[in-house]
């Protein structure tokens, strides 16, 4: 999967791998599960390139149904959310010249949070989305967030950031986590 990234996934039930696979010659990524007690293989998603796949950006993991797989895909040239259940088609959860990147699945399963750089290549922020889509949602203005973290009850958000002339700095957001999902 590169470095930092998994290559394999449980879902929580334990029924279900989700697994990252890559060629050799870095044209081909799949993404495939395989169930505990029925052992085939099924594609979830495959992306390919004639040049190369990024060795970012392959973040993945399972919702809390324990049956759809979220994954971060460049399919679209930009790097971006996606979630795919069963044989079905991936849905893009966000989309645009802009990246997505870090995803973390809201305690509650109802939405996920991600860096985006949605208003300049180098302004990230912390933002949300909808499980199933909608508008994406900068929960955060600091202008270089380089890293955030959910409380393990997902009622906080601890996030770093900095500027030109900013050492990073830590902030606990509650507030935020209160705009919510849909």
């Known amino acids: ?8 996934r ?10 990252l696979l890559r060629a050799n010659d870095n044209k ?6 395989v169930g505990a007690t029925e052992p085939r293989l099924q594609v979830r998603h495959r992306l390919t390139d004639n040049a190369w796949i990024n060795w970012g950006f392959n973040e993945f993991g399972w919702t809390r149904d324990g049956r759809t797989v979220w994954l971060l895909s460049e399919q679209s040239g930009y790097s971006h959310l996606y979630t795919q ?3 079905g088609k991936p849905q893009a959860l966000t989309s645009g010249k802009w ?15 991600f860096l985006c750089n949605m208003d300049s290549p180098g302004d990230y922020e912390v933002c949300a989305v909808d499980s199933g889509g909608g508008k994406v949602r900068e929960l955060t203005t600091l202008n ?6 959910l409380s ?6 601890l996030v770093r950031y900095s500027g030109a002339y900013l050492p990073a700095q830590l902030a606990v957001a509650s507030h935020l986590l209160s705009v919510g999902f849909g």
């Open 10 to 19: 449980w879902s929580d039930d334990g029924q279900q791998a989700a697994v």
């Open 1 to 8: 999967g590169g470095p930092g990234t998994p290559g394999i």
């Open 85 to 87: 259940q069963g044989s």
């Open 28 to 33: 081909d990524r799949w993404l495939v599960s």
């Open 152 to 157: 393990p009850a997902g009622g906080q958000l």
């Open 144 to 149: 270089g967030v380089e890293d955030f973290s």
């Open 99 to 113: 990246e997505a990147s870090m995803v973390a699945p809201a305690a509650d399963g109802r939405g996920f949070f």
